[in-house]
């Protein structure tokens, strides 16, 4: 390995860990109703860089996944919401 591609692998690595560690901060700091959109963006950024970078659409089964995922959070968001609502009933 050459010194300008161990210098990227370093420069990768630290992006990723500032980027990791910014994201839990934020999510024990932010309002949950705002930041979550941005952890469903992750799972967008995620199926578009795998096609784009390594030529890998995801099969149904990912697909499926994915879209439990996003719709439990729009769930649990609406319910959230509910509950807040003055004159609103809970569960």
Same mark, same amino acid.
């Given at each position: 390995?050459?010194?300008?591609? &161990?210098?990227? &692998?370093?420069?990768?690595?630290?992006?990723?860990?500032?980027?990791?560690?910014?994201? !839990?901060?934020?999510?024990?700091?932010? /309002? &949950?109703?705002?930041?979550?959109?941005?952890?469903?963006?992750?799972?967008?950024?995620?199926?578009?860089?795998?096609?784009?970078?390594?030529?890998?659409?995801?099969?149904?089964?990912?697909?499926?996944?994915?879209?439990? !995922?996003?719709?439990?959070?729009?769930?649990?968001?609406?319910? /959230?919401?509910? !509950?807040?609502?003055?004159?609103?009933?809970?569960?």
């Amino acid at each position: 390995m050459r010194a300008g591609e &161990i210098l990227m &692998i370093l420069g990768a690595t630290s992006a990723l860990i500032f980027g990791y560690l910014t994201s !839990v901060m934020t999510m024990r700091i932010g /309002e &949950i109703a705002f930041v979550a959109p941005f952890r469903y963006m992750a799972l967008l950024w995620t199926l578009v860089l795998g096609w784009a970078v390594f030529d890998e659409l995801p099969d149904g089964l990912t697909l499926f996944g994915a879209a439990l !995922v996003v719709a439990t959070g729009i769930f649990t968001f609406w319910r /959230e919401r509910r !509950v807040r609502l003055p004159g609103a009933k809970g569960p």
